[in-house]
Nanobody, 123 residues
Framework: QVQLVESGGGLVQPGGSLRLSCAASGFTFYYYAIGWFRQAPGKEREGVSCISSSDGSIVYRDSVKGRFTISRDSAKKMVFLQMNSLKPEDTAVYYC????????????????WGQGTQVTVSS
């Protein structure tokens, strides 16, 4: 059974940090790119960051560059998103997703999705 399970969300003050985790099972993790997406109320789901399977190349959306760091531990089948200097506009449900192929922002091309974890940035 394929599963992607996110954890680590919560309520944090502006300027604070959170570390999201995505645990994968049920598929050959090594061959899949893993992306982090987020969706705020009333907005479309958007790509945040992605790490490829082959060469470990990484992409970030412009608004999180320098603040977020994605990493993967293939032995543990996990991907992490370290989020620093959080802003209220980072508030959203964060999802991890897996696709057999290179990173892309096109949500429809991802094969598997987690259930999401809520991140709220507020004072």
């Amino acid at each position: 059974q394929v599963q992607l399970v996110e954890s680590g969300g919560g309520l944090v003050q502006p300027g604070g940090s959170l570390r999201l985790s995505c645990a994968a099972s049920g598929f050959t993790f090594y061959y899949y790119a893993i992306g982090w997406f987020r969706q705020a109320p009333g907005k479309e789901r958007e790509g945040v960051s992605c790490i490829s399977s082959s060469d470990g190349s990484i992409v970030y959306r412009d608004s999180v560059k320098g603040r977020f760091t994605i990493s993967r531990d293939s032995a543990k089948k996990m991907v992490f998103l370290q989020m620093n200097s959080l802003k209220p506009e980072d508030t959203a449900v964060y999802y991890c997703a897996a696709r057999l192929g290179p990173c892309t922002n096109y949500t429809g091309s991802y094969d598997y999705w987690g259930q999401g974890t809520q991140v709220t940035v507020s004072s």
